[in-house]
Nanobody, 126 residues
């Protein structure tokens, strides 16, 4: 069974940091570009960041550039999202998703992803 599981969410004060993890089971992430998305209450889902298969290409939403960093460890079948300088507007459920991708293809956020995790809640509040 193909599955993505996110972890690392929680409650953090403004200015704090969290690191989200996305672990795959039932398939190897090595063949996929991975994206992180988020959805806040009453808002549409938005793309946050993505990373290509060989990590040569990354993309970030303007709202998180300079604060979030995406990385991957294919040996551990895991992708990470390091989130620093968190703001209340970063509060959302964060999802990771996988998209089959060419070995040297760039990642994109505005495309359809095939597999999705169930999400992890991030709350930024004092």
């Amino acid at each position: 069974q193909l599955q993505l599981v996110e972890s690392g969410g929680g409650l953090v004060q403004p200015g704090g940091s969290l690191r989200l993890s996305c672990v795959a089971s039932g398939f190897t992430l090595d063949y996929y570009a991975i994206g992180w998305f988020r959805q806040a209450p009453g808002k549409e889902r938005e793309g946050v960041s993505c990373i290509s298969r060989r990590a040569g290409s990354t993309n970030y939403a303007d709202s998180v550039k300079g604060r979030f960093t995406i990385s991957r460890d294919n040996a551990k079948n895991t992708v990470y999202l390091q989130m620093n300088s968190l703001k209340p507007e970063d509060t959302a459920v964060y999802y990771c998703a996988a998209k089959p991708s060419g070995l040297y293809s760039k990642c994109e956020l505005e495309v359809e992803y095939a597999y999705w995790g169930q999400g992890t809640q991030v709350t930024v509040s004092s």
